[in-house]
């Protein structure tokens, strides 16, 4: 019946666990969650649900990371991340896990990652009367002197229950007597102690024993008991107690003092003569076994000494009852409790532990960013125990503490920037108040991840190239290379040609094309300096980040001359169109008379449009002279009644390229009576003159076509400059000089340098020296005194 009576009533213990388990309490002060259970309740009880009470959408916990983060070893319970109730995971012993504790409290904390959430839940495990009291043993004796007088207590055995509360020990019965009644003394928290008192004076002669039955109960409904048999032993003489020097007994005694340390002596006298007055030490019948393992207690001397390591953060202080008994026949014992204070020291580091943690952040977080969260514990007390927490470096980060204890959050206090620093190895120290003060580290690395913020950077800004014409269609010209400080896709950098939809850029840009990946540049068409000497196009790059960043440069582009136009005879030319003209002088000329000039052209520059005039052919060579670089043709004698009437001259019209190329023209000159010179001239005036105003007709559009051609030149060249800085700076002059020969004249300045592209008449006083492919003139600079300027002539 009793063992059925037990069952029923666990049975409804547990029945009201559960249901108090099912209230939620909210501490809005410390934002806390606590819940209730009975011990001892089976593996899966369902404590409470989180999700719902913490208003978490129950959907988006497993992707969160849902967890509990328990603060001892062992692990009581678990959290489902797919509806988010808490279990519990192993039965709870509430005797093992708090021992005598009133309240009996697990700390849970809750954390939640993306965004970071952290929350605090407390259980209660509710006692349950599952132990009945016990004696350490089952029987006991005492030695009471006949002689002593009623009012006499004796502290007897103290029963023990594991359980707390209302179903601890509540109270003692002693079995119906005439002597003894029983007296109960409470401790506080270690209990209740039965005393046992003497109602009227023994007589040994008429009962020598008296058993007595001693029974506790705790406060369990139905209520659980435990007995013992005590025999009291009349004994005869011996009728003086031992008698403490002292009312109380206290002392303070610091931890870790080494074992053999004496912590206090106490003293106790007895009027007694003989082994009746003769005392001896120990301890109290009551006193736990800790404080047996603990202490010890000299049993001549009375003093108590130390025989194991004291720890402050075990227990701060221990009541020892010491027990003074003489040597009588029949012994009297006196009882006193001694109380012994333990001193805090600082022999307990910081313990830190890193509850959440962001192993990378981005670079463009904000100030005030939490990346992790930390937590410190020191099992010291007061200022043993106060700890504050500091990198040991200058790192953009700062440790800010939380609104609970010991909790602290680890922050960005400044912009980062991965391109400068990808990796931050911090070291956490947690450092007490203690004097000498103990402290303890922690490294963890932020990893700090790349976000798009560097724009492709060119190697050169802007470029420039020199490209010859006649180029090969298709194949690659030159390349520009940009670099991204980014990473992964952030720097990957594709290429592409602007195309602003200007007449001027598209023309250019259309004949261009560029590989995306590598930035490679190839024309689709041959340049033909004639037609084009110098354009510009702008280049873009573009990384592959979201939202991709970009960067253009502008590529200018200067198309080198390469002889490719032979000379054109401008004049003498036929009515047919061939390269022919008569010409007639009287032969009473003197020597050096002009009897024609040979005018050619070559649209390419420098050496390559500089023409030499040469005879290739002639009647008699005494007779008529030319000029290489007018094309002048002159007597070089007079003439005589014996030369012939004509004569023909062949002229060789060269350029002076690396090949060459030449042209020829046929005069004929015949010589005339003076008379007839004169006749003809009339005659001839006319069609002179229509012959001249062809050749002027000619000239002029050569000239006007040239002249165009340099001034755009000059136009987009100065515009360049304007536009770049002085270093890159030139400026172009067209110079034209008609002497016979179309030439070409081209000033620019670069920096301090001057620089000329001279066609094919060199001023007065000019040398050619070896230089640069054989093609540099030296002209003395006026702005400079005796200085020299470089003159570059564009042959290649």
């Known amino acids: 019946m009793e063992q059925k009576g037990l069952g029923g009533s ?126 350490s043993s089952k029987e006991s004796r005492l030695e009471i002197s006949e002689s002593v007088l009623p009012g006499l207590r004796l502290q007897l055995q103290a029963a023990r229950d594991p359980d707390v509360g209302q179903f601890s020990v509540q109270e003692y019965r002693l079995s119906p007597n005439d002597h003894f009644r029983l007296e109960v003394k409470d401790r506080g928290k270690d209990g209740k102690i039965p005393l046992l008192v003497l109602l009227k004076t023994l007589d040994r002669e008429t009962k020598k024993t008296h058993k007595l039955l001693l029974t506790a109960v705790d406060g369990g409904k139905p209520f659980k008991s435990g007995t013992t048999e005590i025999t009291v032993d009349v004994i005869d003489v011996n009728d003086n107690m031992p008698v403490f020097n002292e009312d109380t007994y206290s002392v303070l005694l610091k931890e870790n003092s080494p074992i053999g340390t004496t912590i206090i002596k106490v003293n106790a006298s007895d009027l007694d003569e003989g082994s009746n007055g003769e005392i001896v030490y120990s301890l109290g019948k009551n006193v736990n076994s800790r404080i047996g393992e603990l202490f010890r207690v000299d049993p001549s001397t009375g003093e108590i000494i130390v025989q194991d390591l004291i720890d402050f953060e075990l227990e701060e202080s221990y009541e020892i009852d010491i027990q003074a008994s003489d040597k009588g026949s029949a012994p009297l014992r006196t009882d006193k409790s001694v109380l012994v204070n333990i001193v805090d020291l600082n022999d307990n580091t910081p313990h830190i532990e890193v509850t959440s943690f962001s192993r990378a952040i981005p670079e463009d977080a904000r100030p005030g960013t939490t990346v992790a969260l930390i937590s410190v514990l020191d099992k010291d007390s007061g200022l043993n125990g106060k700890v504050i927490c500091f990198f040991n470096e200058d790192v953009p980060f700062t440790l800010s503490p939380s609104t609970q204890d010991n909790m602290y959050s680890i922050t960005t206090k400044s912009p980062l920037d991965r391109e400068k620093q990808s990796i931050y190895d911090v070291t956490i120290v947690a450092k007490d108040a203690g004097v000498p003060s103990l402290s303890s580290e922690k490294s963890i690395s932020i990893v700090v991840s790349d976000v798009n913020d560097n724009s492709p950077q060119f190697s050169a800004s802007p470029y420039t190239y020199y490209i010859t014409e006649n180029n090969s269609p298709g194949a690659s010209l030159f390349s520009v290379k940009a670099s991204d400080r980014d990473e992964g896709d952030n720097s990957r950098v594709s290429y592409h040609i602007l195309r602003d939809g200007s007449e001027k850029n598209k023309l250019h840009s259309l004949n261009l094309n560029i590989n995306s990946e590598n930035g490679e540049i190839v024309a689709l068409k041959s340049f033909d300096f004639e037609v084009l000497k110098t354009f510009q196009f702008q280049v873009v790059a573009t990384d592959s980040g979201t939202p991709s960043l970009s960067s253009n440069v502008t590529v200018n582009v200067f198309i080198l001359d390469q002889n490719d136009n032979a000379p054109v005879i401008l004049y003498p030319v036929s009515s047919n169109g061939s390269a022919e003209g008569v010409e007639e002088i009287p032969r009473n000329v003197n020597a050096g008379h002009l009897v024609t000039k040979v005018r050619a052209y070559d649209a390419d520059i420098g050496y390559n449009g500089w023409l030499l005039f040469s005879l290739q052919e002639v009647t008699d060579h005494s007779l008529f002279g030319l000029d290489r670089y007018t094309g002048q043709i002159r007597t070089l004698r007079s003439f005589t009644e014996t030369d012939e009437a004509e004569h023909k001259l062949l002229i060789l019209v060269k350029d002076n390229g690396n090949v060459s190329l030449s042209a020829t023209a046929t005069v004929i000159v015949k010589l005339v009576e003076p008379k007839e010179a004169f006749a003809a001239s009339d005659v001839k005036s006319a069609t002179k003159v229509d012959e001249e105003d062809n050749v002027t007709f000619y000239l002029m559009i050569t000239l006007g076509s040239v002249s165009v051609l340099f001034i755009i030149s000059i136009i987009v060249l100065i515009a360049m400059q304007c536009s770049k800085s002085t270093d890159y700076t030139s400026k172009y002059l067209q110079e034209t000089n008609y002497d016979g020969t179309l030439c070409h004249s081209i000033q620019y300045r670069s920096g301090d340098k001057r620089y000329m592209l001279v066609g094919p008449r060199m001023s007065i006083g000019s040398t050619i020296v070896p230089g640069s492919h054989a093609n540099t003139l030296v002209l003395p600079d006026r702005r400079r005194g005796s200085g020299e300027v470089r003159l570059m002539l564009w042959m290649f």
């Open 10 to 135: 666990r049975e409804q213990w547990r029945c009201i666990a559960f249901i108090v388990s099912s209230i939620l309490l909210w501490n809005r002060a410390s934002a806390q969650i606590r819940y209730s259970i009975a011990e001892e309740v089976k593996e899966g009880t369902v404590v409470g649900n989180i999700a719902k009470d913490l208003g978490l959408d129950k959907n988006t916990l497993k992707e969160r990371g849902c967890r509990i983060v328990e603060g001892s070893t062992q692990s009581f319970f678990h959290i489902n991340q797919n509806d988010g109730i808490l279990y519990v995971d192993r039965i709870i012993d509430r005797e093992k896990v708090c021992e005598r504790s009133n309240v009996c409290l697990i700390n849970l904390k809750t954390v939640l990652e993306n965004p970071l959430e952290i929350h605090y839940v407390t259980v209660e495990v509710l006692d349950v009367n599952d132990h009945s009291p016990t004696f």
